[in-house]
């Protein structure tokens, strides 16, 4: 299966920095980059994704970029606010018919700073 | 509006015992996954299924296995538990699509189950 390295493992920012969590993956066929987000004591949710034909994309204060050359994809969260302390975890996959197996990185927890 | 529902939130059993954890979903979805989360490790895949009687090991199946009869309807089974899987179990679905279509890959979990095994 794929190889997921998520980096670093834990990240605190003052509130109103800047965050970037990436994610390292080994399959060069992988064309779907995926970030959940896991609020305490809450199940994950998908937040933002990327497919392999665009390099970047945004949804207000986050964005996820993707390096396929380097098989790295990263999340980028500006103006940092307490609620979005959680833990993000990446999935990168093949996107093709019936499910493969998925492998998610070990997760990073972020922690905002009021 | 809950999509993913999983049977039981808490769980406490003893060793030997058998468990059973149910998970249902309505989104018509034809894939499910169980995964295991515990913290520092993140989240493990036990077993997958992509349809209706068909079943995938991911990376852990040890100790565990899986049944789904009907599509909505993934169960995960511990023949005979142990403390080493005193864990936090989500399950989760995603529908088959392809590249680019509407909500292809994005799975849908359930609210999950702590099962703590003595």
């Known amino acids: 299966g794929e190889n997921v390295e998520q980096h670093p493992s834990t990240l605190s920012v003052q509130e109103g920095d800047s965050a970037v969590i990436k994610c390292t993956y080994s399959?060069?066929?992988?064309?779907?980059f995926p970030w959940y987000k896991q609020e305490l004591g809450k199940r994950p949710q998908l937040i933002i994704d990327i497919r392999s034909n665009v390099g970047e994309k945004k949804d207000q204060r986050i964005a996820v970029t993707l390096n396929k050359t380097a098989k790295h994809f990263s999340l980028h969260i500006t103006e940092t606010q307490p609620e979005d302390s959680a833990v993000y975890f990446c999935a990168p996959q093949i996107s093709s018919g019936s499910a493969r197996q998925l492998t998610f990185g070990s997760g990073t927890q972020l922690t905002v700073l009021p | 509006d809950v999509k993913v529902t999983q049977s039981s939130r808490y769980l406490v059993k003893r060793t030997g015992e058998k468990v059973f954890l149910e998970c249902v979903q309505d989104?018509?979805?034809?894939?499910m996954f169980w995964y295991r989360q515990d913290p520092g490790l993140g989240l493990r895949l036990i077993y997958f299924?992509?349809?209706?009687?068909?079943?995938e090991k991911g990376d852990i199946p040890e100790g565990y296995s899986v049944s789904r009869e009907k599509k909505e309807r993934f169960s995960l089974i511990l023949e005979s538990a142990s403390t080493n899987q005193t864990s936090m179990y989500l399950c989760?679905?995603?529908?088959?699509?392809?590249?680019?279509?509407?909500?292809?890959?994005?799975?849908?979990f359930g609210a999950g189950s702590r099962l703590t095994v003595l």
């Open positions: 989760a679905s995603s529908p088959t699509g392809w590249q680019g279509s509407p909500g292809a890959n994005v799975l849908t």
């Open positions: 399959d060069s066929a992988s064309n779907y």
């Open positions: 299924s992509y349809d209706v009687k068909m079943k």
């Open positions: 989104m018509d979805h034809e894939n």
